[in-house]
């Protein structure tokens, strides 16, 4: 069994900054790519970011040159910084990791999520 906690949202004024923190914990055997994902209400939930464990990044259009996702391999662990936030990026902000069973055949596993919201 493999836990995702994530940790870091709240409210933010347009224009701020937040940065969400997701640790993996449990029983890991490996972590390929973890990412974030999320949903605003009324809206399909969407990728905003992953990066592989070679560090390889992938972002959503929206979001490009204002978030940064990064990993700590050693902790289990990746981040999200976000700046220049809008108001349209409130949601509820969820990770998620691809990880390896004993036959090294991946499978998805997902944080409860954390709220986002950025308003004046």
């Known amino acids: 069994q493999v836990q995702l906690v994530e940790s870091g949202g709240g409210l933010v004024q347009p224009g701020g900054s937040l940065r969400l923190s997701c640790a993996a914990s449990g029983s890991i055997l490996s972590i390929y790519a973890m990412g974030w994902d999320r949903q605003a209400p009324g809206k399909q939930r969407e990728l905003v970011a992953d990066?592989?464990?070679?560090?390889?990044?992938n972002y959503a259009d929206s979001v490009k040159g204002r978030f940064t996702i990064s990993r700590d391999n050693a902790q289990n662990t990746v981040y999200l910084q976000m700046n220049s936030l809008k108001p349209e990026d409130t949601a509820v902000y969820y990770c998620?990791?691809?990880?390896?069973?004993?036959?090294?055949?991946?499978?998805?596993?997902w944080g409860q999520g954390t709220q986002v919201t950025v308003s004046s």
């Open positions: 990066i592989t464990s070679g560090g390889s990044t």
């Open positions: 998620n990791a691809e990880l390896g069973d004993p036959d090294n055949t991946p499978y998805d596993s």
